[in-house]
């Protein structure tokens, strides 16, 4: 790994001589969503139901903030599957009634610009968490569950909303980190580490504002999978090799097996670049470009426990795709080229947002948005014969996602037909997302760096929503207040091609309408106390990948499936809410009914032996939420925010896979808990303490893993975080922190984190 020993010389260089020369600079503070004078949310807060959020202070005291993720860790019933730092691929959001392999069904926002992958559904499609760094985040926002018509119907199980800064007034940042843990698991014990480093500028000069950020993260984190073989009933082949090393254990399903090695073992460097320019066209009329770089240089590593006779690592028949036949503990076993295999990443990916925005507060209040998210590079090298290390060259496969991407445009506008002080707010507009995906699998004589040969497979296809919504909120009498709303969409799907070798398939267009109605009425009992109800119904379109990555066997697609019906969802809440001068209290029913939910299942009813993508017939979930967060609890100083949810989730019908009947759905825990105690020392000392909670989970529909503490399992855990943070003088802070203090060992298909330290010095001017 890098060292940052210069850069961090220079910030605490800085940090001196900001302490010798603005040691009367007042200190900067940032507000919440209901300070005058920070930026909106885009969220409608208008609407009465629940929203919660954490602002850039809060995150900086109490939140150990590697990226942008970090910020949602202790908000009510939400999870990010987050394996690593620097997490790309498999970083999913989960929220009440959804788990981690159902990426589809939330939606990230960055200053109005989609982040959430919606070319598919699943682990493979995290929302861009990259393209915001947390010390840009002035503010997160989330609203649960589909109760605005401004939003398709992803924002089933919840929206986040990330605000990011734009100076009044000529600011910098500096920051720098370091980070790593000790790893131990089937008898290995590692240590793996990484380093961040940061900088930001930022201005305002009459009508112009400007930001530009750079972060560099490198990273290197623990191994993921583990190669495998059920203990075999066989004898050796006549030439097998004799090894030994293996690590017996028992799979999810409780079956014996044998782990063989590591693999997946990430070392990456992303790098992230951003400009965000800001013109005041008139007193009320604001226009906006945001450009935003990300790369990301990923190598995957393995490492086998298998030795031979003369003790020497076992990772194939080298240079070979043939089999190499073993013998562990006189049984017989087939390594493969896949089971050891390596990758190499390259990503380069490019984002643009344009806004032309008036001042929210006018009587006519009207945007237009629009962004790109383009796949400029997005390159997979793996070898097809086995290799003994990233290194080692030989025939292999490049998977090419260039062309890959999506663009989205709004026009929407608020009307108060009586100004500010009516009885009315009217909210309505026009949205169009498309979303493009293109992938080329080739075969090359040299994995590393050999040139493209024969294309083996790809597959195509585009989806595009366009959605009309209108709502209004209704002042309904000094107490009441009411919304009432409704979004139509019209939704495509063309471009459809699947190809494998030389046989290739398309597919016809499909398009269909939706009408997903919305109301929430709020009643404020007391000056302190106030109900909440909410429903709405949600439609969810199955997304590109969904229908057309595939493969093709005799002319037959075995899994995927061009029809696939759209997951139709109707959810409610009903709230009640305590506020007084330094806390809430919240308690939130909810419940949520899903027809034809997408999962990954074998239709056993139609004698099926592969999984393939198919409509589950329905889905019940209903549970309880209860929220708390108090300041200056009992101390002057200490501030408590703590969360408990329970959901009791079901499959209520599925023909097609009759044992999945009455089970659980997979990542949907029963329960979940989040704590955070802040106490702030004086005027330099801040620190922190944070536990999360999760119950017992499922990775399958039928529940047949009850095992979660194994490779490919879904674990329960609870995990406790801890962080001080002293201000060194107004503008230099330093910061130590620590997650999974208790070091446990959990998992959800890959194992999480254990015991991760970190430490980070920065500087505001």
């Known amino acids: 790994m890098r060292t940052l020993s210069a850069v961090r010389l220079a910030v605490a260089a800085l940090c001196i001589s900001s302490s010798v020369q603005a040691t009367d600079a007042p200190v900067r503070t940032l507000g919440t969503v209901t300070v005058v004078g920070t930026r909106p949310t885009s969220l409608p807060t208008q609407i009465p139901t629940t929203i919660e959020g954490i602002d850039a202070k809060q995150i900086a005291d109490a939140v150990n903030a590697t990226d942008a993720e970090d910020a949602l860790k202790y908000l009510p019933s939400l999870l990010v599957r987050k394996r690593y730092i620097g997490d790309y691929d498999h970083a999913v959001l ?36 990259g393209m915001v760094t947390p010390e840009e985040i002035e503010r997160v926002d989330v609203l649960y569950g589909p109760f605005s018509a401004a939003y398709p119907g992803n924002s089933v199980g919840a929206v986040v909303d990330y605000v990011t800064r734009m100076p009044d007034a000529f600011e910098g940042h500096a920051r720098v980190s370091s980070f790593g843990q000790k790893f131990s698991m089937y008898g290995r014990d590692d240590t793996y580490s990484g380093y961040q480093a940061s900088a930001s500028l930022g201005d305002r000069h009459e009508k112009w504002s400007w930001w530009v950020n750079y972060n560099r993260l490198d990273s290197e984190g623990q191994p993921l999978s583990f190669a495998n073989k059920l203990v075999s009933t066989t004898t050796p082949a006549a030439d097998a090799i004799a090894v030994t090393g293996a690590v017996p254990g028992k799979n999810p399903r409780n079956q014996d097996w044998l782990l063989l090695g590591t693999t997946n073992q990430n070392d990456i460097v992303q790098d992230h670049a951003k400009l965000k320019v800001a013109y005041d066209l008139t007193t009320t009329l604001r226009a906006s470009y945001v450009l935003g770089f990300w790369r990301n240089d990923a190598t995957r590593q393995s490492e086998p426990y298998l030795r031979d006779a003369a003790g020497n690592p076992v990772y194939g028949n080298l240079g070979s795709s043939a089999p190499l036949p073993i013998a562990i503990d006189g049984r017989g076993y087939q390594l493969l080229p896949t089971d050891f295999a390596p990758t190499l990443t390259t990503l380069e990916h490019l984002i643009h947002g344009f806004t032309l925005k008036s001042d929210a507060r006018e009587t006519l209040a009207w945007e237009l948005a629009a962004s790109l998210y383009d796949y400029g590079r997005d390159e997979v090298r793996a070898p097809s014969v086995a290799v003994s290390s990233a290194s080692m060259r030989g025939a292999g496969r490049i998977t090419d996602q260039h062309g890959t991407g999506w663009e989205t445009f709004a026009a929407r506008a608020t009307w108060r037909p009586a100004g500010l002080d009516g009885a009315h707010l009217v909210e309505a507009g026009y949205q169009l997302g498309e979303y493009q995906l293109r992938t080329r699998v080739y075969d090359t004589a040299d994995w590393i760096n050999g040139a493209r040969g024969a294309r083996t497979s790809a597959y195509d296809g585009t989806t595009q929503l366009h959605g009309l919504y209108l709502q209004d909120t209704w002042r309904v009498a000094q107490r009441w207040r009411a919304t009432l709303g409704g979004r139509f969409e019209r939704w495509r799907a063309f471009d459809g091609e699947l190809a494998s070798g030389a046989a290739s398939q398309r597919f016809g267009e499909r398009s269909e309408d ?20 909410s429903l709405g119904r949600a439609v969810r379109t199955p997304t590109v990948s969904e229908l057309y990555q595939g493969t093709l066997v005799a002319g037959q697609i075995i899994n995927n499936d061009p029809n696939l019906q759209p997951e139709k969802s109707w959810t409610a809440e009903l709230s009640a809410q305590l506020d007084w001068a330094m806390g809430t209290a919240r308690a939130t029913a909810f419940g949520e009914t899903t027809k034809d939910a997408l999962y990954s299942q074998i239709n056993v009813a139609a004698g099926g032996t592969v999984q393939t ?30 969360s408990l949810t329970y959901a009791h989730s079901q499959i209520e019908a599925n023909d097609a896979f009759p044992a999945s009947l009455g089970k659980r759905q997979p990542r949907v825990p029963r329960w979940r808990a989040n704590a955070l105690a802040t106490y702030r020392i004086g005027e330099k000392w801040v620190t922190s303490l944070g536990a999360r909670y999760s119950g017992t989970q499922y990775n399958t529909l039928d529940n047949a893993d009850p095992n979660g503490t194994s490779y490919t399992g879904t674990s329960n855990f609870f995990v406790v975080d801890a962080r001080v943070r002293y201000r060194i003088n107004e503008q230099c802070t330093a910061s130590l922190g620590i997650d999974n203090l208790n070091n446990d060992r959990y998992w959800a298909f890959h194992p999480y984190p254990q015991r991760s330290a970190m430490a980070e010095l920065s500087i505001d001017f």
Do not use: M
């Open 94 to 129: 989960a929220s009440r009634a959804s788990g981690t392999g159902n990426s589809a069904r939330s939606l990230v926002y960055a200053d109005g610009i989609l982040l959430s992958n919606l070319l598919g559904n699943g682990a493979s499609f995290t929302p861009r968490w």
């Open 613 to 642: 993508i198919q409509n589950v017939d329905e889905i019940r979930t209903y549970g309880l939420e209860l929220a708390y967060q108090v300041a200056d609890l009992g101390i002057a100083g200490l501030d408590v925010t703590t």
């Open 514 to 533: 939706y009408f997903s109605p919305k109301a929430a009425l709020a009643y404020q009992w007391t000056d302190d106390f106030t109900l909440k109800a």
